[in-house]
């Protein structure tokens, strides 16, 4: 079966930390197909990037029917992760890519646009945290700055706390707290073997501790609860300096979000709408804006 | 000039994780000679370690004018940071060394022997943090989890958390500092490009910067007057708990205890006494008391 009969299709792609996704269009507005590559953080890794967007691409291609060949036909708005990075951001622009253009801006920039179908904000709260929002051209970016140095009440950043927490309440200079148990249960070690395994764990192995936290809050373990709202307080705050930019609506967004709301402040809360779509989506309309080219 | 008639020598090996030093005494307790070598954390690296314990010991023997050759006469006492964890004092137990008898424990363990010529409490403040006491052959170590997981009080903590306040300043999430100002300048960098730099940068390179943070302190900044407290309390409990054992005497070592100690609570900082000797005699002491040989 060949489609590729009109001349130009829309290619949305949002490339994260962990995955990369691959959405196809006619200009016309019609969903074509889509695809998923590995991982796309251009700050970590440019060349896997470029592969993880080829990888999503093609298997996009497939399902929509097409040739690897009509890849040249291809007018990408791609979103990705660390091209906020000023020297990331020109290095990936100078991608000999195969598209017929490209047009490249963060994936915060793609989420917002999806979320709201233009201007809004969004918070982030998957591994990471942080906050973005676009108001009239003008942006917005707070946080985002890695677990190490901040995305406060994101699962790498709830995970990190907890396992501080547990080595603490190892020396008797913490509080003692259900985490201990449930943190090295998880692990299969014991505090010391916890701390030898997660010195040089990345991000994504202090997220999938996240849970642990969760549950331990659920069942009132204070110490829980203090890392779950000294998180939710920062993203309340962040949401508060979202708010002062006058976006028309906020979204929360990313994997831990459910989990996260009924922590944030309630006045904050009670104002958080529901993603219209998905990044890929805002990555086709920021193509299209920079094309001058609107669906219908 | 041939020293080596005599059959045995004490070697004194203190390993940490920027430099080794090794110092080499006759059975009588004679000083013979020093010498110094890299990096010998066996956590992070036992090749290099054992690299760096070789390269120390060889110019030890040639300033106390012995042949290389005579490395197989020496009785070494080796203390080395990173083994407190099992599996590595394990694997550096398995070295094939050179040596006539070797007798491994940690670096804490070497300077708390050093600093009291026997048993005693030890809290160490430089790039890391960690606290340790030794009486009546029961040890007890606190803290010293790496500055991603701990480390309060120590400089690469400080310089840490100054980041971290300097990118929450710059999101007007925290309070404005004059570290934003400091740092800065030191980096050659705005807030942005402070965050690219450190992101990647070592546990020494966050030490280097602990020093603004003391600045800033003299100069009445709240914000590096908080870290610094944050950090001394933490400190200060870990003392108390040491206390806690019975130790006969309590020194506080490593590059940031003068700056630190005006930090810590008074009770405490009232009762901390001078080391008697460096780590490398404390290496000679746990040989001797393993050997049964003890100096005059």
New interface residues.
């Given amino acids: 079966m060949m489609k590729n009969l009109s001349s130009e299709f829309f290619l949305g792609i949002d490339g994260g930390g962990t995955k990369c996704r691959a959405r196809i269009m006619t200009v016309q507005g019609k969903e074509l197909g889509i695809g998923l590559g590995g991982p796309a953080n251009a700050y970590q890794n440019l060349t896997q990037t470029q592969t993880s967007i080829l990888e999503a691409t093609l298997e996009a291609l497939k399902s929509a029917g097409l040739t690897a060949d009509s890849i040249t036909q291809m007018i990408a708005g791609v979103g990705l992760a660390g091209v906020n ?3 990331v951001f020109a290095a990936m622009s100078h991608w000999q890519h195969p598209f017929k253009r490209m047009h490249l801006t963060t994936d915060l920039h793609i989420a917002c646009l999806g979320a709201h179908r233009g201007d809004g904000a969004v918070i982030v709260v998957g591994t990471g945290s942080c906050g973005y929002s676009m108001v009239d051209g003008k942006s917005l970016m ?2 985002g ?2 677990f ?3 995305d406060k009440g994101s699962a790498a950043w709830i995970g ?1 706390e907890a ?2 927490a547990v ?2 309440a190892m ?3 913490g509080e003692q707290t259900s985490l201990s148990q449930l943190l090295c249960s998880d692990a299969d070690a014991n505090a ?1 073997s916890l ?2 395994k ?2 040089h764990a990345r991000s994504s192995d202090y997220a999938q501790l996240a849970k642990h936290v969760l549950i331990a809050a659920d069942a009132n373990d204070m110490v829980a609860k203090r890392i779950l709202s000294e998180g939710a307080d ?1 993203l309340s ?2 949401a508060a ?1 979202l708010w002062a930019t006058h976006p028309k609506r906020m979204s929360l967004i990313g994997g831990m979000s459910a989990q996260i709301l009924p922590w944030l402040s309630s006045d904050i809360a009670s104002k958080i709408s529901t993603p219209m779509s998905q990044p890929e989506y805002g990555a086709i309309y920021f193509a299209q804006q920079k094309e001058k080219t609107f669906l219908p």
């Fill in positions: 990075v000023p020297s707070l946080g700055h890695g190490l140095l901040g990190l396992v501080k080595l603490l020396d008797h200079l010391m701390l030898e997660m010195t920062y705050a962040l300096q």
